[in-house]
Every structure is written in C-alpha cells, then in structure tokens.
C-alpha cells in the first residue's frame, strides 16, 4: 500500500465508472449519480473529523434538551439505568471535555481493526516479499476460468467470516493481487472478495463465533414473553449453510454482470506505484519447491494447532468451559493469521533465496508497515468517532427510534419481515457490531414479532440479512478505511463515492435475492432455518 495515496482518496479519478461500455440504461446513471455525490464529499479523515465535531454538537443540543427513549432491555441487564431510560449524553460540558482528553489516546490504540491490520500485516508482508503470495496465486489460477476463479473468490469471502480479520486483511488484497494478474480490473476482484467477506458476512458453512453471541442476545428478548424459551447457537445454520451458495453465485453474477463491465478495461498508469507486468507467468521448477516446502510448514502447523484446540482439555480451548467457542483460539486469532503467513513464507524464501539473512524479514515487516501510515491516521480519527457516538448514546437511541417506528406500523403479515430486513439495514449504517446493535433491537423486535406470531429464530435469520448487506456502502464499517487503502493502489484518485457506487450494485442485488431466498425458504417450503427451529410461534 502506498505511502503518498492517501492525500488523494476523495478525489474523483481513473475508477470512475464507464458508461461506454457493456451495462447502460438507468441502473447506469443511477450509479454514475452516486457515484458523483459521493465523491463530493471531502477526504476520508476530514470527514471523520467533521463527525466527531457533530456528534460533540449534537449530543450537547440533546442533551439540552434531556432527549431519551425508553430502554427495551429487561431490567437488570447490563448498561441499563435504573430509571429504565436511554438518555443522551452531552459532550459539550465540561465532563464531556474531560471524557475526551483523558480517552483521547487509549481510543486510538484501544481499537481493535488498529492492531489487528498491522499485526496480520507483519505476517502477510514477510510471504509478500519472500515471493510465496505471488507463486501461489499463480499455481491457482493457471488454467482456471474466469467464471471459477470469480465463484473462488467470493465463496472464499464468505467462508472466512469464522476468522474476520483474515478476509479483510489477507483476501480483499489477495483477490485485487488476482484478477490484476490475470489482467483483468483489480478493483473487480477487491469487489468481489469484499463482497463475499462482508456483504456475506453471517452466511457460513460452520458456525462462526457471531452465532453464540446473537442468539444468546435472541433468547434473552425472547424470555420477555416466555420466559422458559431457549435459542441455541445453531438456530440458524440450515438456512445460513444454505445461503453461502446464494450468495456466492450472486456476488459472482454482479461481479461479472455489472461491477466488471462497468468499471471498464484498466488502465496501470491509474495506479500509485508500478504494479508491474500483469502477464501470467509459469511455476518454476525452483518455486515449486519453495511451494511445497511452505506447504509442508502449513501441514505442520496445522497439526500442531490442532492437537492445541482440538482434544478435550486442549490449551486453546476455554479454560472455563472447554469449548472453542470463546477461547484463546478464536481470541487470538490475529496471532495465529501471522504465524502462518509469516513461517511460510520464510520456509518459501530461504528455498527461492528471497530470504537468506534476518535483514531480510526484518525489511519485508518494515515494508508493510511503511505503507499504512494514511490507515494509520484515518483510524485515528474514526477511533475517536466510534468512541464519541457510543459515548453519547446517540446510536441507541436512533435505533431504538426508528424500531418503534417500524412497531407503530403494525403489519402482522409476511410483509413485515422486508420492512424489518430493510430497517435492520439502514440501522446497520450507523451501528456497524452485529451484536450491538441487535442488543439494543431484538429486545423490541423480537418480543413485537413473536406476539404477531412469529418464532424468533426466524426473527434473528431474517436480521442477519439487513445486518450483513449494507456493510458495504457504509463508511463507518470498522475495515472500510482498509478496503479504500487498498484500492488506492490500483487508482491513486479513487473517490469514496467511487468505492460506494461499485459496491452498491452488491447490495441491492443481495438485499432482493437473499430477502426473496428467506421467504421462500420460511413461507414458500416451510422450512426450518436452524435444527429444531420453529417458524411460529403461538403466544
């Protein structure tokens, strides 16, 4: 990632879609609007910065006027007031100045895409450099077409939810490194993993550490109503395995029906920096046995990981309750997205002569390091925006608001579930955690959807959509600075609205295709969407 990019990420540029080409018609200048008023707006960091001053306005002005909103959680939940209130918080007393000097600091350090980029990124630059991500990208997509790698690559997206950080950080650039090779846009394969990773993000084959976290929050909201209801975490597999299918060969269809064609045939001189020859070359006979002594390494590793998490009793399993759920493992997953990028690509290198001396590796970390000094001051401000938002309670109680809307509608039908999915997704835009938001939600949606008649592991599943389809228009997505840092490699002028408007086409598409999958799942065949779930529920 280049260093000198970032003074030019709100600029409008080379990735600016192209209406000379093969989609036109009104989807055309409806992305090209899009794509214009959002490239108006002003650099990515002043925009946070312009956030933060309206959030420490805006809180004063409410709090001024002792804006609230009755807290749906039970009482006795955690972070619920006594008086059974949300109260907004003001920033522009003296407290609130105290509050941001004294966090100003620990806010930024303190937020977890921060380290978690940077320590991953030591790892992935080692194999970068050693050669290993180029080889190996090669080996894979040799004689590959260009329909299956595209398939490849969002259903790898979607699959690394188990492990978040190792989409955002290793495949939404890998998939950019892909598509360059093979000399197509770069800006439509970092589209298509993003896609995968975070338009897909609660679709999955296995159950992922989000799964426990949702339906721990469902049941608590459900037992406002019965009090003896359980929720486990496999409450949606069924219909969560079944959609990494959809949603893979829907990301595939957009990429390559409209992303690709409409963003054009790339031009290099857009990029920051040489990108360098885009023609495939063949395996050597040398980097052969480089790849396959680094694929030994990962045998190795793998087997020595899981005789650490998977016995019974294993280290890495939860002291507490001796489950992977919650353990060390899942905690420090970052840890381990290092050590295998890191080991080998030194095994690769010392084998190719990339990496013969300690100086080698050490200039491979500096050198990915070097180049996220604009993430760097980006997230410093977003950090303290994040921290100013849920300081104020202003997200609690736009999201408490808006669910009482869609309440004091009253539809009791089907019908209900799209307004749900889609208020669930506007939502999202301002409340980025999954389990946050639906900790402050679920307690009004779910108890006003199961006395319409309506059970709440449907209820969760049909959140899970408005959840995950939006993360990819929305700014304040904790990753969405990485993602733009990226693609600033590829066109040094690329605009927000650039980003937004390619992404777009993403979500509405999932937004109609997995809304329509979920009703004829649930309504059309009657099925289950967990193991034992219900559809109604009967008050």
Not at 291 to 315: D, F, Q, R, Y
Not at 349 to 366: E, F, H
Not at 480 to 491: E, R
Request: charge should be neutral; proline fraction near 5%; glycine fraction near 10%.
């Amino acid at each position: 990632m280049s260093s000198n990019n970032g003074d030019r990420l709100h600029q409008s540029g080379g990735a600016s879609l192209d209406p000379n080409n093969q989609v036109s018609g009104w989807f055309v200048r409806f992305l090209n609007i899009v794509e214009k008023l959002g490239n108006l707006l002003p650099h990515p960091i002043t925009l946070f910065a312009i956030f933060c001053g309206a959030v420490i306005v805006i809180s004063g002005i409410a709090g001024y006027f002792e804006l609230s909103v009755v807290d749906p959680r039970p009482e006795g939940a955690a972070g619920r007031s006594s008086d059974g209130m949300i109260h907004v918080v003001s920033l522009m007393n003296a407290e609130g100045l105290r509050m941001i000097v004294s966090n100003l600091v620990t806010n930024f350090t303190g937020f977890t895409p921060l380290g978690t980029v940077l320590v991953a990124l030591l790892g992935v630059g080692i194999a970068e450099r050693s050669g290993l991500l180029s080889a190996a990208m090669r080996s894979l997509v040799m004689g590959t077409s260009k329909r299956l790698v595209t398939l490849t690559i969002v259903f790898a997206g979607i699959v690394s939810n188990t492990a978040a950080e190792l989409g955002y950080v290793v495949l939404i650039p890998m998939a950019a490194m892909i598509f360059h090779s093979l000399g197509r846009h770069p800006l439509a394969g970092l589209a298509a993993a993003f896609a995968g990773v975070s338009g897909g993000y609660s679709a999955n084959l296995l159950l992922g550490t989000v799964d426990p976290l949702l339906s721990g929050i469902t049941e608590a909201a459900a037992q406002m109503i019965d009090p003896n209801y359980t929720v486990g975490p496999e409450a949606n597999w069924y219909f969560m395995f079944a959609s990494t299918f959809i949603i893979t060969f829907l990301g595939a269809f957009v990429t390559e029906k409209i992303v690709e064609p409409k963003l054009g045939k790339y031009d290099p001189t857009q990029a920051a920096n040489d990108l360098g020859e885009a023609k495939m070359e063949q395996i050597s006979a040398l980097e052969k046995r480089g790849l396959k002594a680094a694929g030994i390494a990962i045998l190795v590793m793998s087997v020595l990981l899981a005789l650490t998490v998977v016995p019974e009793g294993a280290p890495l399993r939860d002291p507490k309750t001796g489950l992977v759920s919650g353990s060390p493992f899942l905690k420090g997953i970052v840890a381990f997205i290092f050590i295998c990028f890191a080991i080998p690509g030194l095994v690769y290198g010392r084998i190719v002569g990339t990496m013969k001396r300690d100086i080698d590796v050490i200039n491979a970390m500096s050198h990915s390091m070097s180049s996220m000094g604009m993430y760097i001051v980006l997230v410093f401000f977003a950090s303290q925006f994040v921290a100013f938002f849920t300081w104020t309670n202003l997200g609690s109680v736009f999201a408490v608001a808006g669910a009482d809307a869609l309440q004091a509608i009253g539809l009791t039908g089907p019908l209900v579930f799209v307004i749900f999915i889609a208020m669930c997704g506007f939502i999202n835009l301002m409340l980025g955690s999954a389990s946050a938001q639906w900790a402050v939600t679920a307690p009004v949606f779910v108890p006003m959807l199961m006395l319409v008649g309506y059970a709440p592991e449907t209820i969760q599943a049909a959140y899970r959509i408005g959840d995950s389809v939006t993360n990819l228009i929305t700014p304040m997505m904790s990753y969405f600075g990485l993602i733009l840092a990226v693609a600033t490699q590829y066109n040094k002028n690329l605009g927000i609205g650039t980003l937004i408007a390619t992404m777009l086409p993403y979500t509405i598409v999932f937004f109609i295709g997995w809304t329509s999958f979920f009703f004829i799942w649930v309504f059309g065949f009657g099925l289950p969407v967990g193991p034992g779930a219900a559809t109604y529920y009967t008050p």
